[in-house]
């Protein structure tokens, strides 16, 4: 646009630029041809994305014989840069002597940079392959404990990833 | 005084000290963990360690008094490498234990890992196991293997509590601290030891895993158990004080405070018994009203009253400025003579230390501020005989529960009108006809006298309903700084009160009068420029450590009556 609002053109356009008919056919080329090459989109929600190891999804805590790894040390609500953990630790009779009562994540606040994974002591808290979050309200988006726990079993394959690249 | 030299500049200092204090007194800083200023020097932490010419090894400067012409080097490459030799041979055995360890944050072994360390280990071997959640007593817990043996703990109950049951057993790195057997570390300042060990082998069990220390902010306050006044930080997280520790202050408390100060003296402040704005009785039933009916209540109900047939209790418990505005609504407002206070005395709770018999903060600070019978007033006992005889029937207390008082509980329903200022639901408040919820020390600024005469200030470290941390000035977190209402931890639960000498002033002002102090700082100015004991005082003069007020020994109740 010009400066009082003219279409500016350095010159007329040809017959058969103004007809499209070249890029209409350039444009069917290229479709034809990514018809034949391998598909990288999925039928989501009947098809899902299996992410692998190294992907950052939502932050959860580990469990190993039905306890938290979690010693409640509060490093990584400490480093993490939204403030989206917030932990209570209490007294445990097991070894560790502290757990926490309360572990909670801010889902909306949490920017998935993994800072509590790399500054957790203990293994305890790893980002998980899930990505899938919907909320219809801010306390829906507070996870507790009930929703971050999850066995080492089943987050062998992070885990691994994990020491392997320490 | 001796001409010495260290790291280069010279100083005079007096010759009876030694190489760390001389350092101290000049602002250079030698690292150390068994040295205390106030404890016998033992000198087996060897962390002080500094270079002095003509010397032929290395010397620990806690030990080591200055010379004349001594010329010394905290910085050589010699003391360095000496000092993280030191601080190697310290983490060999120290567990891996900082996680779970309540000193993380404010442990003198991490920081000086940081500063003066190799920042590695080489040591591959097991470390040596040791007794962990040890009770030494009903207030202090130790975990043995992060004891790194600096006798702090053991000299500070031998010499200021003179409790001496504690001691080393074994040898080398085998050496455990422990109690002689069938004691307990369980004297009145006990716990004490707690910041005075250097690391987190000894830790508070009212305190433990209740917050990162990270997590807090801290405020400067006094304690108010006893009428010493000890200075505190105050440590809040989402509006909670979670703990008191001492505040060296030289004039009161030093380094020190006791157990039952430390202990039971915060934590009405965030208890559920607080009440959540004023209260009015209706139908014989105490019920919540806002403050403007609360207020005009009180008007209306005190115009049915003789002057003569009022009196004011203040207290011991409220600040200087509460006490001050206080006589001053009862006497020129109210027209009452009839003002005193209730004394605390617990008999024979005292020692030559620290804690005092009378188990309030401010008992001078009120004579000072006026709470004492005007010519021909009444004083707290004719108060009570004048309510059991009827001359007394509308009585106005201020931050005190007198029912606890057998005479006053005997006396209290013969009264026709009762207000109370009270931030709790106490007996008192109970029996009363208006309650209007008054701040906690906690929760206002103003000021104290101790029995000393120390006038000290203390500042809010809770936020009220009509405060804001960020607004007011408080001390804030980075939790504090980055809350929103979206976090569960960015609504912290804030109580409708507010300072007594701020309900008193609309009290006075609803009645007619033209009280014009729009905070704390306004009275104390009043008071400074009407009260001769505290001229010359101002909230900055005071500032972190407070002020004797002039002419002490004229403060017995007698010369400041007259
Ligand atoms: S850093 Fe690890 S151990 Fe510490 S509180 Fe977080 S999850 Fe728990
Ligand atoms: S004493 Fe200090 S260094 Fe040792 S575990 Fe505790 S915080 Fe860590
Ligand atoms: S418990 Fe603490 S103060 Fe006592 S000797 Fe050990 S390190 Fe020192
Ligand atoms: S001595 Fe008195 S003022 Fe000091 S801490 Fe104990 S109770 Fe509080």
Partial sequence: ????????????????????????????????????KPKFTFRYPEERFRPNPSFRGRPVLV?????????????CSRVCPALAIEVQASETELEKERYPIKFEINMVRCIFCGFCEEVCPEEAIVMSNEYELVFSSQEEALFGKDRLLKSAEELKPRLEFLRLNR | MAKITIDGKEFDVDPKLTVIQAAEQNGIEIPHFCWHSKLSVSGNCRMCLVEVEKMPKLAISCATQVTEGMVVKTQSDRVLQARKAVMEFLLINHPLDCPICDEAGECKLQDYSYKHSIGYSRFDENKVHKPKRVELGPNVMLDVERCIMCSRCIRFSDEIAHQPVLTFTQRGTHVVLTTFPGTKLDNPYAMNVIELCPVGALTS???RFRSRVWEMSSTESICIGCSRGCNTYAWVRQNEVLRLTPRLNEGVNSYWM????RLNTFKFVNSKDRLNGPLVRKDNELVEVGWDEAIARVVSELKGFKKSEIAGIGSPFATNEDNYVFQKVMREVLGTKNVDFVSHIQEGDEDDFLIRSDKTPNSTGARIAGVRPGEGGLDVTKIISGIVDGTIKALYVLED???????????????????????????TAEAADVVLSCSTYAEKNGTFTNFLGHTQRIRPAVATQEQDRARDGFAMSRWDKFASQNDRWGRPIKKDARPSWRILTALANAMGAKLRYASSE????????????????????????????????KLTPQAISA
Avoid at chain 1, 63 to 75: I, K, P, S, T, Y
Avoid at chain 2, 258 to 261: E, P, T
């Fill in chain 1, 1 to 36: 646009m010009g400066h009082n609002g003219k279409m500016i053109r350095k010159k007329d356009l040809t017959f058969l630029q103004k007809s499209y008919i070249p890029e209409i056919l350039k444009g069917m080329r290229q479709t034809i041809a990514e018809m034949f």
């Fill in chain 1, 63 to 75: 469990q190993e014989n039905e306890v938290e790894r979690c010693v409640a040390c509060g490093l």
């Fill in chain 2, 205 to 207: 069990r009212d305190f």
């Fill in chain 2, 258 to 261: 006791c157990d039952a100060g």
């Fill in chain 2, 401 to 427: 529960d007198i029912a606890q008082d057998p005479g006053f509980a005997a006396a209290l329903e013969n009264l026709q009108l009762l207000v109370v200022h009270s931030p709790v639901l106490n007996k």
């Fill in chain 2, 522 to 553: 306004d009275v104390f100015k009043e008071m400074s420029e009407r009260i001769g004991t505290l001229r010359g005082m101002t909230y900055l003069r005071l500032g972190s450590l407070g002020q004797k007020v002039t002419e002490v020994e």
